[in-house]
């Protein structure tokens, strides 16, 4: 069964203090692993598409990477507008846009 | 640019009631359009997705049900809601490739009291 685990599942870092979340997954031939962002009340928002082990992808402090059983979101130097739930979702070879997510990790940082 | 409209943002309806969730895509054509459910503290769950008008896939046995009667416009309904519909749905698209991300709206937060 395709399946994605999240952890933590809630983390407070100061500002500045850099981190990493993660996400495993197990999932019959990846197409896809995506990282979105969802503020409260919100829509997740996009961030990454992953496609293979070994890729990795950046926008400002964040940093996503693959490897072929996890994905981890590294965040530098975090500022408390970076405070929101990460999604991590995997596409399975076949499922067109039929995302599995993970339950989130919700990120706090305080200045 | 591509945007998504879903509306209304909040509702609140007593059981038993029906229910019409409306959705509009902006900037694009032909998109897959899905509808997904968030309930507090579980992860997304997909309901139904579509790649085409009336072309309607149901992932979940339930008493929803969507609509898709033009290209950008996407209706989720309910002839009698339960408690249990209560939650986040929230409307998403993506271009038709197998691998592109969705992007999502805005989200209709549903209350069945």
């Known amino acids: 069964e395709d399946q994605v685990t999240q952890s933590p599942e809630a983390l407070r870092l100061q500002e500045g203090e850099s981190s990493s979340l993660n996400c495993s997954y197990t999932v019959s031939g990846l197409r896809g692993l995506f990282w979105y962002r969802q503020d409260p009340g919100k829509g997740p928002e996009f961030l990454f598409t992953?496609?293979?082990a070994g890729e990795e992808k950046e926008k400002e402090r964040l940093k996503a990477t693959l490897t072929k059983k996890e994905s981890f979101l590294h965040i530098t130097a975090p500022k408390p507008e970076d405070s929101a739930t990460y999604l991590c979702?995997?596409?399975?070879?076949?499922?067109?846009?039929?995302?599995?997510f993970g339950q989130g990790t919700t990120l706090q940082v305080k200045p | 640019s591509q945007t998504i409209h879903q509306w209304p943002a909040t509702l609140v309806q007593p059981v038993g009631s029906p229910l019409s969730l409306e959705c509009t895509v902006e900037g694009t054509s032909n998109p897959n359009l899905y509808w997904y459910r968030q309930a507090a503290g579980r992860g997304l769950q997909l309901l139904f997705y579509s790649v085409g008008i009336g072309q309607i896939s149901s992932e979940v046995p339930q008493n929803l049900s969507a609509s898709r009667p033009q290209d950008r416009q996407f209706i989720l309904s309910s002839k009698k809601l339960l408690l249990s519909d209560s939650g986040f749905y929230l409307c998403?698209?993506?271009?038709?490739?197998?691998?592109?991300?969705?992007?999502f709206g805005n989200g209709t937060r549903l209350t069945v009291t």
């Open positions: 979702a995997v596409q399975a070879a076949g499922n067109t846009g039929k995302l599995i």
């Open positions: 992953l496609y293979s």
């Open positions: 998403a698209w993506s271009k038709g490739r197998q691998d592109s991300p969705l992007h």
